[in-house]
């Protein structure tokens, strides 16, 4: 929702969209290093990582480039980076949390 706000509703450069994106950021940033715990795919592979993991490189990726992009007042980088954060990272690995024999896919369908 936080994301979702950003992109398409708040006043950008204003004060509150900066705190927000330094919120939004820190959570993704929680969010990707956490998601290195979760070995449920490939639990014997190594490191137990799995091809979702790629996901979190690429939204570490895109945090760091957003924030050094509004840093340099690049908007365009900036833009760039954080819709690739919010589609890659929410929008298509957060999809993958919900296909058939995910947890998540139990919760909201049953079984």
């Known amino acids: 929702m936080l994301g979702t706000y950003q992109i ?3 006043a950008k450069g204003s004060p509150l969209h900066r705190l927000t994106s330094y919120i939004y950021l820190a959570l993704m940033t929680i969010t990707s290093i956490t998601a290195l715990f979760i070995h449920e795919i490939n639990p014997h ?3 137990g990582l799995s091809w979702i993991h790629i996901f979190v490189a690429l939204t570490l990726f ?3 480039g957003g ?3 509004a840093w340099r007042h690049d908007i365009k980088g900036h833009r760039r980076a954080m819709l690739g954060v ?3 990272s929410i929008l298509i690995a957060g999809g993958f949390a ?3 024999g995910r947890i998540m896919h139990s919760v909201l369908f049953g079984g």
């Open 8 to 10: 398409f509703f708040s």
């Open 45 to 47: 592979g190594f490191l």
């Open 62 to 64: 895109g945090v760091v």
């Open 67 to 69: 924030l050094a992009t």
């Open 86 to 88: 919010y589609f890659g």
């Open 98 to 100: 919900f296909a058939p």
